[in-house]
């Protein structure tokens, strides 16, 4: 099943952008009255058929919608330094999409190797990686913001900043419940420094380790997706 991405979709009858159209009707050849799924990124589910064919602007009209397809009990932000290979942290945004995760926060940290990052090429992936996975919601990715700031704005009950500096760190299954919204801060290469930490803390996170292997940060915010995942996997 291949998933094809209409955020604009309001009606029974929608016209494909010319890139889905283009992939709809030269690479997986459709036909009229194929059927097809489309999504628009905020959990609506449409099952559709192909009423006209072009690779330029195919049309398609939805016979089903479900709305809110495969919404989870919790939400989860991860807050993280993006690293100084954009491809790492591109690679981090493509898996975090596939497991589960609602916002992404590029943070501006002290350590920080790279400052600016783009924002439309790291919503294609999203994009792409949220298709591919068969999943309903694109995950909203924010402006990179400065660390002091990020984190006198979050709210709730379970912020966790990971970091490998000394301290009293808990694991995330010992802080985090099921259900329940989460907000995890993931460093930079050169980690959180201490003052870093000291703010988080005074402003509400607890400070919690991912395991004892030293991990890279794109691996890091993996894991941490992963085990809030596992965390509220009932099956």
Not at 189 to 195: A, I, L, R, V, Y
């Amino acid at each position: 099943m291949t998933i094809f991405y209409t955020p604009d979709i309001s009606s029974f009858r929608y016209t494909l952008n010319e890139e889905e159209s283009a992939h709809a009707v030269r690479v997986m050849r459709m036909k009229a009255g194929d059927e097809i799924t489309l999504t628009d990124g905020r959990g609506g589910w449409y099952k559709a058929c192909v009423a006209k064919p072009h690779h330029r602007y195919c049309d398609v009209e939805v016979l089903e919608h479900q709305a809110e397809y495969g919404k989870r009990p919790y939400r989860l932000h991860i807050g993280i330094a993006p690293t100084k290979n954009i491809d790492r942290f591109e690679w981090f945004i493509e898996k975090a999409t596939e497991i589960g995760v609602d916002e992404i926060t590029p943070l501006l940290c002290e350590h920080s190797e790279r400052k600016h990052i783009n924002i439309e090429r790291l919503q294609r992936v999203m994009v792409a990686a949220m298709k591919q996975s068969k999943k309903a919601y694109v995950p909203q990715l924010h402006e990179m913001a400065a660390f002091g700031v990020w984190v006198r704005e979050m709210t709730g009950n379970q912020r966790c900043i990971a970091h490998c500096g000394e301290g009293d760190r808990q694991s995330l299954k010992t802080i985090c419940r099921e259900g329940q919204d989460t907000v995890i801060a993931i460093g930079p290469e050169g980690d959180f420094s201490p003052q870093e930490v000291t703010q988080a803390v005074t402003h509400g996170f607890k400070e919690i380790t991912l395991g004892t292997s030293l991990l890279r940060t794109e691996t890091a915010g993996v894991a941490a997706c992963c085990s809030v995942y596992f965390m509220n996997d009932k099956k």
